[in-house]
């Protein structure tokens, strides 16, 4: 006999566990499915990992920069392994937060890979073992995985996914990263940090290339006098493992093609969706590029079934996926939410700089057909930036000129990633420029700049 739910959640990354955990505030009866551990990539092997890994170079940076702050530091240096040890200790804590967020909720957690087997139903299978599940609604979760380079399958080894590089058992003397998106620039960050010597090949002509031209003109400039080397407009052609190293044939803007010698390479050239072996075609699931399409309450085209996060589609972020949930649980409940939209929400790289950014860049907000005033102020004029020693970056804003609404902001600089929910509540405000410029920002801080950039695009800017 089939174990009857009201939902069940087919994986547990922060869209599965935060609907489920939704679902069961709400009164209905839930059961979650996951295949390896409570918490889905995100938790256990992305944004969670990643950050303690980068805030470890962050400190070792600190440390062999500390004549920068009057300090003295002798015989720096760490222990690689104690390096992973404490990321894989933050997750480990993490993941029994979220079993133990199961348990509070009373959600019944199944552990094993799920298929879909039928309208309402779903098979979970673990070794020789297998459940039968039903319930009148079921949400995909199944999240992401890195994309492989056709030519060159990353094995741990010398070629390397973000899961590998998050576990390294040697430190890379020479490191080749392939694309300059967000976990690409993370990852050159935390190793040129930890003394490596960094290359990242990006195939369109900037790195970080979502971003605004500006801040992805003045991180390159960043990166290249942290000494990495960058190149844009560049392709890899092969990438050849040869025992001690990887050999990587790249062909640069020129069109020329060289060969250069790495002893790693980190594949960062996105993901691909969790979609096969889960039953969706059986269905008539509705898919495309191997995304599940949805519309704004995660409905897809058969009734019954809905999916969230990764899933479906751009922009691949947890915050996305966990507000994507909460809507198709409230939906199921007959809550009535506004249906889920993409026009504010944050994105945020964990480099060095920081960089982060909502809604539309200057020249997107143009395309659109706005008249724009846009405002840039520095870091080097906020007091609080230069007490830190962190006076490299930016905070630019884009208005419409004629109705003064945020159209997007983008920032560059030391903490920036904490700073941009602010500009995110005022866009979900509807805030104008003449309630941003009327708010007391304390003294001093960096938010400070946020005032200020507002301020600069009706040309009143008070420090620069």
Same mark, same amino acid.
């Given at each position: 006999?089939?174990?009857?739910?009201?939902?069940?959640?087919?994986?547990?990354?922060?869209?599965?566990?935060? *609907? =489920?955990?939704?679902?069961?505030?709400?009164?209905?009866?839930?059961?979650?499915?996951?295949?390896?551990?409570?918490?889905?990539?995100?938790?256990?092997?992305?944004? #969670?990992?990643?950050?303690?890994?980068?805030?470890? *170079?962050?400190?070792?940076?600190?440390?062999?920069?500390?004549?920068?702050?009057?300090?003295?530091?002798?015989?720096?240096?760490?222990?690689?392994?104690?390096?992973?040890?404490?990321?894989?200790?933050?997750?480990?804590?993490?993941?029994?937060?979220?079993?133990?967020?199961?348990?509070?909720?009373?959600?019944?957690?199944?552990?094993?890979?799920?298929?879909?087997?039928?309208?309402?139903?779903?098979?979970?299978?673990?070794?020789?073992?297998?459940?039968?599940?039903?319930?009148?609604?079921?949400?995909?979760?199944?999240?992401?995985?890195?994309?492989?380079?056709?030519?060159?399958?990353?094995?741990?080894?010398?070629?390397?996914?973000?899961?590998?590089?998050?576990?390294?058992?040697?430190?890379?003397?020479?490191?080749?990263? #392939?694309?300059?998106? =967000?976990?690409?620039?993370?990852?050159? *960050?935390?190793? *040129?940090?930890?003394?490596?010597?960094?290359?990242?090949?990006?195939?369109?002509?900037?790195?970080?290339?979502?971003?605004?031209?500006?801040?992805?003109?003045?991180?390159?400039?960043?990166?290249?006098?942290?000494?990495?080397?960058?190149?844009?407009?560049?392709?890899?052609?092969?990438?050849?493992?040869?025992?001690?190293?990887?050999?990587?044939?790249?062909?640069?803007?020129?069109?020329?093609?060289?060969?250069?010698?790495?002893?790693?390479?980190?594949?960062?050239?996105?993901?691909?969706?969790?979609?096969?072996?889960?039953?969706?075609?059986?269905?008539?699931?509705?898919?495309?590029?191997?995304?599940?399409?949805?519309?704004?309450?995660?409905?897809?085209?058969?009734?019954?079934?809905?999916?969230?996060?990764?899933?479906? !589609?751009?922009?691949?972020?947890?915050?996305?996926?966990?507000?994507?949930?909460?809507?198709?649980?409230?939906? #199921?409940?007959?809550?009535?939410?506004?249906?889920?939209?993409?026009?504010?929400?944050?994105?945020?790289?964990?480099?060095?700089?920081?960089?982060?950014?909502?809604?539309?860049?200057?020249?997107?907000?143009?395309?659109? !057909?706005?008249?724009?005033?846009? !405002?840039?102020?520095?870091? #080097?004029?906020?007091?609080?930036?230069?007490?830190?020693?962190?006076?490299?970056?930016?905070?630019?804003?884009?208005?419409?000129?004629?109705?003064?609404?945020?159209?997007?902001?983008?920032?560059? !600089?030391?903490?920036?990633?904490?700073?941009?929910?602010?500009?995110?509540?005022?866009?979900?405000?509807?805030?104008?420029?003449?309630?941003?410029?009327?708010?007391?920002?304390?003294?001093?801080?960096?938010?400070?700049?946020?005032?200020?950039?507002?301020?600069?695009?009706?040309?009143?800017?008070?420090?620069?």
């Amino acid at each position: 006999m089939a174990e009857t739910f009201d939902l069940i959640v087919l994986g547990s990354g922060p869209g599965g566990y935060v *609907s =489920a955990i939704r679902a069961a505030q709400l009164g209905l009866k839930v059961a979650i499915v996951e295949r390896e551990k409570l918490g889905g990539i995100c938790l256990n092997w992305g944004c #969670i990992p990643t950050k303690a890994l980068l805030r470890t *170079s962050e400190i070792f940076h600190y440390m062999t920069h500390a004549g920068n702050y009057g300090l003295t530091a002798d015989k720096v240096g760490y222990e690689l392994d104690k390096i992973v040890a404490r990321s894989r200790q933050v997750s480990g804590q993490l993941n029994a937060g979220v079993k133990g967020l199961m348990k509070k909720n009373k959600i019944t957690v199944v552990e094993g890979t799920g298929k879909l087997t039928g309208k309402g139903k779903l098979s979970v299978t673990q070794g020789d073992q297998t459940r039968e599940l039903e319930a009148k609604e079921i949400i995909v979760a199944t999240g992401a995985r890195a994309r492989d380079l056709p030519f060159a399958k990353a094995d741990g080894k010398h070629i390397w996914t973000y899961r590998h590089a998050m576990t390294p058992t040697e430190m890379p003397s020479k490191l080749l990263v #392939i694309g300059s998106g =967000a976990i690409g620039v993370e990852f050159a *960050s935390f190793y *040129s940090d930890m003394g490596a010597d960094v290359t990242i090949v990006e195939m369109l002509d900037r790195v970080l290339p979502v971003e605004d031209a500006d801040v992805s003109a003045f991180m390159e400039k960043a990166l290249k006098k942290q000494k990495m080397t960058i190149l844009t407009g560049a392709g890899v052609e092969a990438l050849t493992d040869t025992g001690k190293g990887v050999t990587a044939k790249i062909k640069t803007r020129d069109g020329k093609s060289e060969e250069h010698q790495f002893s790693h390479a980190i594949v960062a050239i996105g993901i691909v969706p969790n979609t096969e072996d889960i039953g969706l075609e059986a269905l008539g699931v509705k898919t495309e590029r191997g995304h599940i399409v949805v519309d704004g309450f995660g409905q897809t085209n058969v009734p019954g079934i809905r999916a969230i996060g990764d899933v479906t !589609g751009p922009p691949w972020l947890a915050h996305k996926a966990s507000h994507e949930g909460i809507i198709a649980v409230e939906h #199921i409940a007959g809550k009535n939410p506004h249906p889920f939209e993409t026009w504010n929400i944050p994105g945020c790289t964990y480099s060095r700089p920081q960089v982060a950014s909502v809604g539309l860049t200057e020249a997107k907000a143009k395309e659109a !057909g706005h008249e724009v005033k846009v !405002g840039n102020f520095p870091f #080097i004029g906020n007091g609080k930036a230069i007490a830190l020693g962190e006076a490299e970056g930016f905070i630019k804003t884009v208005f419409d000129a004629k109705t003064g609404e945020l159209l997007g902001a983008h920032m560059i !600089g030391a903490e920036v990633t904490e700073l941009i929910q602010g500009y995110v509540i005022a866009r979900q405000l509807e805030t104008t420029e003449e309630e941003l410029m009327h708010t007391v920002f304390a003294h001093p801080t960096l938010s400070e700049m946020m005032h200020e950039g507002v301020l600069s695009a009706y040309g009143r800017a008070v420090h620069f």
